[in-house]
């Protein structure tokens, strides 16, 4: 099961430096299992000017080996 207590600082941490990186992290509704991603196109491409949104969707802990 997800640890959503921690959620919350995650988050701020995320979007700590988002006016240097020009990406935050933000809840799309007021569940936090749901949250919005909206990053810039890369300098130097077809996409740069361009946002991005990236429905995040957190569904349980990943366990990495």
């Given amino acids: 099961m997800m640890d959503f207590g921690r959620l919350p600082k995650e988050l701020q941490e995320c979007n700590k430096d988002m006016q240097v990186s020009d990406i935050s992290v933000k809840p799309k509704s007021d569940s936090l299992s749901n949250l919005i991603d909206t990053i ?26």
Avoid: K, N, R
């Fill in 40 to 65: 810039p196109g890369p300098v130097d491409s077809p996409y740069e000017g361009g946002s991005f949104l990236i429905d995040i969707v957190l569904t349980g802990i990943l366990h990495f080996v």
